[in-house]
Nanobody
Framework: QVQLVESGGGLVQAGGSLRLSCAASGRICSINDMGWYRQAPGEQRELVATIPSGGIAKYTDSVKGRFTISRDNAKNTVGMQMNSQKPEDTAVYYC???????????????WGQGTQVTVSS
């Protein structure tokens, strides 16, 4: 099976920086989009950033200019550098990857377990 394992969450003061990392492992033939979602308490889960295997990253408006998503296709990893953080960035962050396990399979969206990011004011 496929597993996504995240790391890098934690507590940071407003204006500070954190970097999230996520590694996909298991039976993987190809990975299309990778990305990060987040869910704050009492809120719906929202897409933060996505990056295709060979294209341009996209960001939700609230993080443009502050967050940078990147990936290493050889290592099946995705990361996100979060700078100039704000209290409203506080949420559980989830890594995602759209993965095909064989040449004959369609893709399926896999999720990590989530990592807490807390930004204090």
């Amino acid at each position: 099976q496929v597993q996504l394992v995240e790391s890098g969450g934690g507590l940071v003061q407003a204006g500070g920086s954190l970097r999230l990392s996520c590694a996909a492992s298991g039976r993987i033939c190809s990975i299309n989009d990778m990305g990060w979602y987040r869910q704050a308490p009492g809120e719906q889960r929202e897409l933060v950033a996505t990056i295709p295997s060979g294209g341009i990253a996209k960001y939700t408006d609230s993080v443009k200019g502050r967050f940078t998503i990147s990936r290493d296709n050889a290592k099946n990893t995705v990361g996100m550098q979060m700078n100039s953080q704000k209290p409203e960035d506080t949420a559980v962050y989830y890594c995602t990857a759209r993965i095909a396990q064989t040449l004959w399979d369609g893709t399926r969206l896999y999720w990590g377990q989530g990592t807490q990011v807390t930004v204090s004011s």
